[in-house]
């Protein structure tokens, strides 16, 4: 098993991302991240939360957005993120990072998924669990929390408790 003793897999469904014609996550993430590309960052920064506001619906987001913008010696803003590579590279090499059809071997310690109310934890999600991790039970190893796609946003003490429990139960 090598040096991972356990997994946790927080919000994160396993498919393909960038093909998701249902759902379009890999399109809609590439917007959002091309949105924050384009925002003009040298204005008040009210004027950007606002802006961001927007777009986004969580204060708590919005705050860790806003944490992520440096003021340079110059006095102009820029993002901490390369978002120009992120935004270039979203759909062919960020989001298809679960590509569940060639599987040839599965991880064999245990595991827990942290799942949210978010639109990324479907039926197939679900399924492909099974594929990926030796010891997955769903009644076991799965949990649905009532939260949006950012649990460490939303409820961090949640979150906390979830990873404490599992971290508790295994050691």
Request: net charge negative; glycine share 4%.
């Amino acid at each position: 098993m090598g040096y991972c003793k356990a997994g946790i897999v927080c919000d994160i469904a396993p498919f393909d991302y960038a093909n998701d014609k249902e759902n379009q996550i890999g399109l809609k993430n590439k917007l959002f991240t091309d949105f924050l590309l384009n925002l003009n960052l040298n204005q008040d920064n009210n004027q950007i939360r606002n802006e961001i506001l927007k777009n986004v619906k969580s204060p708590i987001f919005v705050d860790h957005l806003m944490d992520c913008i440096r003021t340079l010696p110059d006095g102009n803003k820029e993002w901490k993120h390369n978002l120009k590579v992120l935004s270039e590279n979203f759909l062919t090499h960020i989001a298809p990072t679960f590509p569940t059809n060639n599987i040839t071997q599965k991880y064999l310690g245990p595991v827990k998924v942290i799942a949210t109310n978010s639109t990324y934890v479907r039926p197939e999600g679900i399924a492909n669990y099974y594929k990926i991790f030796e010891r997955f039970d769903e009644k076991k190893n799965f949990v649905r929390v009532n939260s949006r796609h950012f649990i460490n946003f939303d409820d961090p003490e949640l979150l906390t408790d979830e990873i404490a429990s599992f971290l508790n139960e295994i050691l």
